[in-house]
């Protein structure tokens, strides 16, 4: 049986499930979990919460928007995107499959929670692939995946993800050229989020779309 499922780094203590119903990811500001983020500004932490991001979970790997092509890390720490390796993302992405088969025209979307065609309301969303497999933060080497966020909004703008990319994204290379098959498939996202109005952001939800042979 296919399955889409969705983890974060929790407490950096090893991975832990958010793919459960009502349980999802929250932005927040720099005072930690409840604590608003700015208009414009981009959040300075990053929590497991239920979809009204009012239960506090674990707090997760943040990565903040600082540029086209930078992000700043836990510890202030900045990097180039390229730079950031898979470890430090924000969410791993899995699909699983009974038998071993090859992913393609995998991406990811950031929608309103009714209609995956139309865009969050009230508030911007950046996002980025790694495709760095280095153990140092921030990598030594640059990855092979794009230099430059994405800000994805329903089906006018989209977040491809690689083609692919093995257990532990072993096989992605530079994203579109793998052809490799097997029974598990991750990629790993950052995400970064901006308020474009004060209040509660809940037409916000991310759906992730894929084909498999």
Same mark, same amino acid.
Not at 46 to 58: E, L, P, Y
Not at 143 to 158: H, R
Not at 168 to 184: C, I, K, M, R, V
Not at 186 to 210: E, I, R
């Given at each position: 049986m296919a399955a889409i499922l969705f983890y974060v780094d929790e407490d950096l203590n090893g991975l832990h499930d958010i793919s459960t119903a009502g349980s999802g990811l929250g932005f927040y500001g720099s005072g930690g979990f409840g604590n608003s983020v700015a208009v414009s500004e981009y959040q300075d932490n990053t929590f497991v919460t239920d979809s009204n991001g009012a239960t506090q979970g674990a707090q997760t790997n943040n990565v903040k928007y600082i540029s086209a092509t930078g992000a700043e &890390?836990? +510890?202030?720490?900045? %990097?180039?995107?390229?730079?950031? /390796?898979?470890?430090?993302?924000? &969410?791993?992405?899995?699909?699983?499959?009974?038998? %071993? *088969?090859e992913v393609q025209n995998a991406e990811l979307r950031i929608y309103d929670r009714v209609d995956i065609t139309a865009g969050a309301t009230g508030v911007l969303t950046q996002a980025y692939?790694?495709?760095? =497999?280095? +153990?140092? *933060?921030?990598? $030594? *080497? %640059?990855?092979?995946? &794009?230099?430059?966020?994405? %800000? /994805?909004?329903g089906n006018i703008t989209t977040l491809p &993800? $690689?083609?692919?990319?093995?257990?532990?994204? =072993?096989y992605a290379g530079n994203g579109s050229a793998s052809t490799h098959e097997d029974t598990q498939h991750d990629w790993y996202v950052c995400l970064s989020a901006s308020p474009n109005s004060v209040g509660s952001k809940t037409q916000y939800g991310m759906v992730v779309l894929l084909e498999y042979l």
């Amino acid at each position: 049986m296919a399955a889409i499922l969705f983890y974060v780094d929790e407490d950096l203590n090893g991975l832990h499930d958010i793919s459960t119903a009502g349980s999802g990811l929250g932005f927040y500001g720099s005072g930690g979990f409840g604590n608003s983020v700015a208009v414009s500004e981009y959040q300075d932490n990053t929590f497991v919460t239920d979809s009204n991001g009012a239960t506090q979970g674990a707090q997760t790997n943040n990565v903040k928007y600082i540029s086209a092509t930078g992000a700043e &890390l836990p +510890g202030a720490i900045q %990097a180039q995107l390229q730079h950031i /390796p898979n470890s430090k993302a924000t &969410l791993n992405i899995r699909f699983t499959n009974d038998s %071993a *088969v090859e992913v393609q025209n995998a991406e990811l979307r950031i929608y309103d929670r009714v209609d995956i065609t139309a865009g969050a309301t009230g508030v911007l969303t950046q996002a980025y692939e790694c495709l760095n =497999l280095g +153990g140092s *933060v921030p990598s $030594a *080497v %640059a990855g092979s995946g &794009l230099t430059s966020w994405t %800000a /994805p909004s329903g089906n006018i703008t989209t977040l491809p &993800l $690689a083609q692919s990319p093995g257990i532990s994204g =072993l096989y992605a290379g530079n994203g579109s050229a793998s052809t490799h098959e097997d029974t598990q498939h991750d990629w790993y996202v950052c995400l970064s989020a901006s308020p474009n109005s004060v209040g509660s952001k809940t037409q916000y939800g991310m759906v992730v779309l894929l084909e498999y042979l």
